[in-house]
Nanobody, 124 residues
Framework: QVRLVESGGGLVQAGDSLRLSCAAS????????MAWFRQAPGKEREFVASISWNGGNKNYADSVKGRFSISREYAQTTMYLNMNDLKPEDTAIYYC?????????????????WGQGTQVTVSS
């Protein structure tokens, strides 16, 4: 089992930027795709972005394309989500996740491990 710990969330204003981090420990996730999901109040958890085991393949939800960027450091199995031009609709709990495969992890059923989440709140 991989243990995932997110950090970097907070309260910001619309147009601001944040960088989320996800540190993996325990069983290695270096050969797996990793992803970010989010869940807003009263809504289902949704996919945000995923990155392949070697960083060569990245996928984004349409709602964040051009504003968010996902990356990872292989040696430390740390993953990041750089979020720019934040909007109030980005307000949610953001979850780090490890995928079952090596290339992509855009569906909840593809996920084998979840972090506890970090709150991002964007005020207008």
């Amino acid at each position: 089992q991989v243990r995932l710990v997110e950090s970097g969330g907070g309260l910001v204003q619309a147009g601001d930027s944040l960088r989320l981090s996800c540190a993996a420990s325990g069983r290695t996730a270096s050969n797996n795709a990793m992803a970010w999901f989010r869940q807003a109040p009263g809504k289902e958890r949704e996919f945000v972005a995923s990155i392949s085991w070697n960083g060569g393949n990245k996928n984004y939800a349409d709602s964040v394309k051009g504003r968010f960027s996902i990356s990872r450091e292989y040696a430390q199995t740390t993953m990041y989500l750089n979020m720019n031009d934040l909007k109030p609709e980005d307000t949610a709990i953001y979850y780090c996740a490890v995928g079952r495969g090596a290339i992509a992890a855009s569906r909840s059923r593809d996920i084998t491990s979840w972090g506890q989440g970090t709150q991002v709140t964007v005020s207008s």
